[in-house]
C-alpha cells in the first residue's frame, strides 16, 4: 500500500489491516523451554503430559487405622467387631497404606481398649478413606493443552505429575525508544524546559500487565540519523518496537522518515483523538509503532494498537470476572456446617450457561487448574439438585464460555487430544468434557445440557450399539450419532499377568482384586453384559463395588498394585505398560442435538474428527480403529 502522510483511517480498519499486514510478514510468537517454578502466567507453546502418577502412592485420607476389610465385615451397632493390634496399623492423613491393607477407618468411629485392640460398630468398605494412586493426576494424562495460561494450580499439578520443565511461548521483548531534545531521565530537580522521560515507565507497567518484556533504550535526540541507528538497532533485537515521539508533522518530528528508511509504513494518521498521528510500520516481522509524545495520546495507541498484537502473540482473548447465573449438570450435595466452594467447568449450550462439577477432594489441585467457575454454596444449605440456577463466580470471560463446547458422557483420552487439536485450529474455541458415563451424556442432551455426548452402549439383545438407547430416549428424534472411534475393550492386567488371567471368568477367582466403572457407564454395562454372559456371580468379584470414573484412573490403579484387573481399553493398557486381555472391539460414537449441528462449534468438532491430524495421533494411541471418523452413522 502507498504511504499517505498523515491519513484518517478509522481505528477498527487500522488494527484489522495491521494485524493482518503483520501476519503475512510472519509476525508470531518465540518459545523457550523453562522451569516449571518459573511458568506462572506464561502461556503453553504445546500440550503438557504428566510423567508420573499424584499420588504416586497409596496414602491414608484420614487418621486412623488401617486394615483388611473383610476383618471388619459384619460389624454392627449390636454386634460389633474387635480388631486385634495385629489386625491394624495406625495410620496418620498421608501415611503410605502398608501392605496387605485396602480401607481406613477414622480415629472418630474407633473404641480403643486397654489391651491395644479397637472395636468397630460400621465395616470398612474397600479402599474407603484411601486416596487412590492417581487421584488427582495420572501418569499420561494431558495436564494442560496448548496455547494455556499456566495457573499457580497449574504448577501445583504438573510438579505433582513429575513435569519440572515445559515449553512456553516466550515473552515477547518490546523495545522503546523515547526521543527528544527536551526529553530528560527522571529527577527531582528538573530545569525549566525539561521535560522528564516517563511515558517508557508507563509503557513498561502496560506491557508487564499484558505478559510482555520491556526493553527501554537511552533517551535519543531529535537527530534523524541517531533514531534511525537506534531504531535498526531496536528491530534486530526486539519483537516489537515503540518509537516514543516525533510521530506528527513538527520541525524536529523525523519518526516517520526513519520508519520508512528502516521498514515500511502502513499508515501514518489513525481517526481517534488523542493519538491521531499513530504510525503503523514494520521492519519484516517487526512490528514498529510510533506513538505521540503526549501521554494519554500514547496511552490510548498503546491500548488500541499494540495490546491487539500482544494477544495475537498469544492466541487469547482479554480476561475478566463476573458473578452470573449457570444450571447445574449434576446435584451438589453439600454438609450443612460449611460455606462450600465447588469448582465448575462451564460453558453455554444454546443460550443456557451449564455448570458441571468437578471433582472437590482437597487434594485434587487439577480440578482447580481446569475451573471456569466457583459455585459457592451458603452455610445451612444442603446443596443443589441437577437442573437448578445456581450463582456461579466466573473464573473465565463469558466470550471464552460462549465458545466451549460441552461434550458430557463417556471418557475417553481422545476428547483430550480434540480438545487440543481445535484449539490448536481455532484459538478462540474450547472443549469442555466431562465424563459422567454414556448413560449420563445421553440424558445431558436429552436434556440440552451439551453439545455433544460420547457413547458406547451395548445393546445385549442385539449386540448393536448405541441405536436401541437413542431410539428409546429420543422417541420424536432431534439428534445426530456420529461415527468417532472403534476401540479395542478386555481386561487390564498387572504387568506379566502375575495371576495367570486368562479369562473374564477369572475375575471372580479368590485372590484377585477387581476395580470397577461407575454405574452408568458404558463399560459397566459391557462387564455388567459379559458376567451374565459367562455367569460370573458378581458378588464372587472382589472389588466389584469399587468404582473409577476414567479408564486412566482404573490403569492407575492396577499399576499400582491396589488392583489385579478392570476394564478397559488397550489404549490405556498401552500407555500403563499392562498386559491386556482383548475382548470385543467397540462403537465410540457421539451424539450431537439437531438444534446445535449447524453451529460454528460443532461444525469444528466435526472437521477435526476428519483431519489427519486426529488419525495421526488416534494411531499413534493404539487400540483404536478409524472408519470415516465425523461421519454421519444415522439420523434420528
Known amino acids: 500500500m502507498a504511504f499517505t502522510y498523515l491519513t484518517n483511517v478509522p481505528l477498527e480498519q487500522a488494527r484489522k489491516d495491521y494485524l493482518r499486514t503483520l501476519a503475512e510478514q510472519g509476525f508470531a510468537a518465540r518459545t523457550e523451554r523453562i522451569r516449571v517454578q518459573d511458568a506462572y502466567g506464561r502461556v503453553t507453546a504445546k500440550a503438557v503430559y504428566a510423567h508420573i502418577n499424584a499420588p504416586h502412592y497409596a496414602c491414608s485420607a484420614m487418621d486412623g487405622v488401617a486394615l483388611c476389610a473383610r476383618d471388619s465385615f459384619g460389624a454392627t451397632d449390636t454386634t460389633p467387631v474387635t480388631l486385634s493390634d495385629a489386625q491394624f496399623t495406625v495410620v496418620d492423613t498421608g501415611d503410605p497404606i502398608p501392605e496387605g491393607c485396602d480401607a481406613v477407618i477414622m480415629v472418630e468411629e474407633l473404641v480403643k481398649n486397654d489391651d491395644g485392640s479397637v472395636t468397630i460398630h460400621t465395616p470398612a468398605a474397600p479402599w474407603q478413606h484411601i486416596r487412590q494412586i492417581g487421584e488427582d493426576v495420572c501418569a499420561g494424562e494431558m495436564i494442560l493443552p496448548s496455547f494455556m495460561e499456566v495457573t499457580p494450580a497449574a504448577i501445583g499439578a504438573m510438579i505433582a505429575g513429575g513435569v519440572l520443565e515445559l515449553e512456553v511461548l516466550a515473552k515477547p521483548v518490546v523495545g522503546i525508544i523515547p526521543t527528544g531534545d527536551e526529553i530528560v531521565p527522571p529527577c527531582t530537580d528538573p530545569k525549566p524546559g525539561d521535560i522528564m522521560e516517563f511515558n517508557s515507565s508507563i509503557f513498561?507497567?502496560?506491557?508487564?500487565?499484558?505478559?510482555?518484556?520491556?526493553?527501554?533504550?537511552?533517551?535519543?535526540?531529535?537527530?534523524?540519523?541517531?533514531?534511525?541507528?537506534?531504531?535498526?538497532?531496536?528491530?534486530?533485537?526486539?519483537?516489537?518496537?515503540?518509537?516514543?515521539?516525533?510521530?506528527?508533522?513538527?520541525?524536529?518530528?523525523?519518526?516517520?522518515?526513519?520508519?520508512?528508511?528502516?521498514?515500511?509504513?502502513?499508515?501514518?494518521?489513525?481517526?481517534?483523538?488523542?493519538?491521531?498521528?499513530?504510525?503503523?510500520?514494520?521492519?519484516?516481522?517487526?512490528?514498529?509503532?510510533?506513538?505521540?509524545?503526549?501521554?494519554?495520546?500514547?496511552?490510548?495507541?498503546?491500548?488500541e494498537l499494540l495490546r491487539p498484537l500482544i494477544d495475537r502473540w498469544y492466541g487469547r482473548e482479554p480476561d475478566g470476572g463476573t458473578r452470573t447465573r449457570a444450571k447445574l449438570t449434576r446435584p451438589v450435595v453439600s454438609g450443612l456446617k460449611y460455606q462450600e466452594y465447588v469448582r465448575v467447568r462451564m460453558g453455554y449450550v444454546g443460550n443456557t450457561?451449564?455448570?458441571?462439577?468437578?471433582?472437590?477432594?482437597?487434594?485434587?489441585?487439577?480440578?482447580?487448574?481446569?475451573?471456569?467457575?466457583?459455585?459457592?454454596?451458603?452455610?445451612?444449605?444442603?446443596?443443589?439438585?441437577?437442573?437448578?440456577?445456581?450463582?456461579?463466580?466466573?473464573?473465565?470471560?463469558?466470550?471464552?464460555?460462549?465458545?466451549?463446547?460441552?461434550?458430557?458422557?463417556?471418557?475417553?483420552?481422545?476428547?483430550?487430544?480434540?480438545?487440543?487439536?481445535?484449539?490448536?485450529?481455532?484459538?478462540?474455541?474450547?472443549?469442555?468434557?466431562?465424563?459422567?458415563?454414556?448413560?449420563?451424556?445421553?440424558?445431558?442432551?436429552?436434556?440440552?445440557?451439551?453439545?455433544?455426548?460420547?457413547?458406547?452402549?451395548?445393546?445385549?439383545?442385539?449386540?448393536?450399539?448405541?441405536?436401541?438407547?437413542?431410539?428409546k430416549y429420543f422417541p420424536h428424534g432431534g439428534v445426530y450419532l456420529i461415527r468417532c472411534v472403534g476401540r479395542q475393550q478386555g481386561l487390564m492386567l498387572q504387568k506379566g499377568n502375575p495371576l495367570g488371567i486368562t479369562s473374564f471368568a477369572d475375575i471372580a477367582r479368590d485372590g484377585v482384586r477387581y476395580v470397577n466403572r461407575q454405574k452408568g457407564s458404558g463399560t459397566r454395562v459391557l462387564m455388567d453384559y459379559l458376567c451374565d454372559k459367562y455367569n460370573v456371580d458378581r458378588?464372587?468379584?472382589?472389588?466389584?463395588?469399587?468404582?473409577?470414573?476414567?479408564?486412566?484412573?482404573?490403569?492407575?490403579?492396577?499399576?499400582?498394585?491396589?488392583?489385579?484387573?478392570?476394564?478397559?481399553?488397550?489404549?490405556?493398557?498401552?500407555?500403563?505398560?499392562?498386559?491386556?486381555?482383548?475382548?470385543?472391539?467397540?462403537?465410540?460414537?457421539?451424539?450431537?442435538?439437531?438444534?446445535?449441528?449447524?453451529?460454528?462449534?460443532?461444525?469444528?468438532?466435526?472437521?477435526?474428527?476428519?483431519?489427519?491430524?486426529?488419525?495421526?495421533?488416534?494411531?499413534?494411541?493404539?487400540?483404536?480403529?478409524?472408519?470415516?471418523?465425523?461421519?454421519?452413522i444415522d439420523v434420528f
Request: proline fraction near 4%; include cysteine.
Open 353 to 471: 450457561l451449564m455448570a458441571s462439577p468437578l471433582p472437590r477432594g482437597s487434594g485434587v489441585v487439577s480440578s482447580f487448574m481446569k475451573a471456569d467457575g466457583m459455585l459457592e454454596v451458603p452455610q445451612g444449605t444442603e446443596g443443589y439438585t441437577a437442573g437448578e440456577e445456581v450463582r456461579v463466580r466466573l473464573l473465565r470471560d463469558k466470550q471464552r464460555l460462549k465458545n466451549t463446547l460441552v461434550v458430557i458422557g463417556s471418557h475417553d483420552p481422545l476428547l483430550d487430544e480434540l480438545a487440543d487439536l481445535i484449539h490448536r485450529e481455532d484459538r478462540r474455541l474450547f472443549l469442555s468434557s466431562a465424563h459422567v458415563g454414556s448413560m449420563g451424556g445421553i440424558m445431558a442432551v436429552r436434556r440440552g445440557e451439551a453439545h455433544a455426548a460420547g457413547t458406547h452402549l451395548l445393546d445385549t439383545a442385539t449386540g448393536e450399539y448405541n441405536r436401541a438407547y437413542i431410539r
Open 539 to 632: 458378588d464372587k468379584i472382589y472389588g466389584y463395588e469399587r468404582e473409577e470414573l476414567t479408564h486412566n484412573s482404573v490403569a492407575v490403579q492396577i499399576a499400582g498394585d491396589s488392583a489385579d484387573a478392570g476394564m478397559g481399553i488397550y489404549s490405556t493398557a498401552k500407555l500403563y505398560e499392562l498386559d491386556f486381555l482383548p475382548i470385543c472391539v467397540e462403537e465410540y460414537d457421539l451424539l450431537i442435538p439437531e438444534k446445535v449441528w449447524n453451529s460454528g462449534m460443532v461444525r469444528q468438532l466435526v472437521r477435526t474428527l476428519k483431519s489427519e491430524e486426529f488419525k495421526r495421533r488416534i494411531e499413534a494411541m493404539g487400540g483404536y480403529t478409524l472408519d470415516n471418523p465425523g461421519e454421519i
Open 204 to 303: 513498561s507497567a502496560m506491557l508487564a500487565s499484558w505478559g510482555a518484556e520491556a526493553k527501554t533504550y537511552p533517551i535519543v535526540p531529535d537527530k534523524y540519523e541517531q533514531i534511525r541507528d537506534m531504531l535498526e538497532k531496536a528491530a534486530a533485537e526486539c519483537d516489537l518496537v515503540i518509537l516514543n515521539a516525533g510521530s506528527s508533522a513538527g520541525r524536529d518530528d523525523y519518526s516517520v522518515s526513519a520508519v520508512r528508511e528502516v521498514g515500511e509504513v502502513l499508515y501514518h494518521g489513525v481517526a481517534i483523538k488523542p493519538g491521531k498521528p499513530a504510525i503503523l510500520g514494520y521492519r519484516g516481522a517487526v512490528p514498529i509503532l510510533g506513538v505521540p509524545g503526549y501521554p494519554v495520546s500514547g496511552i490510548i495507541v498503546i491500548d
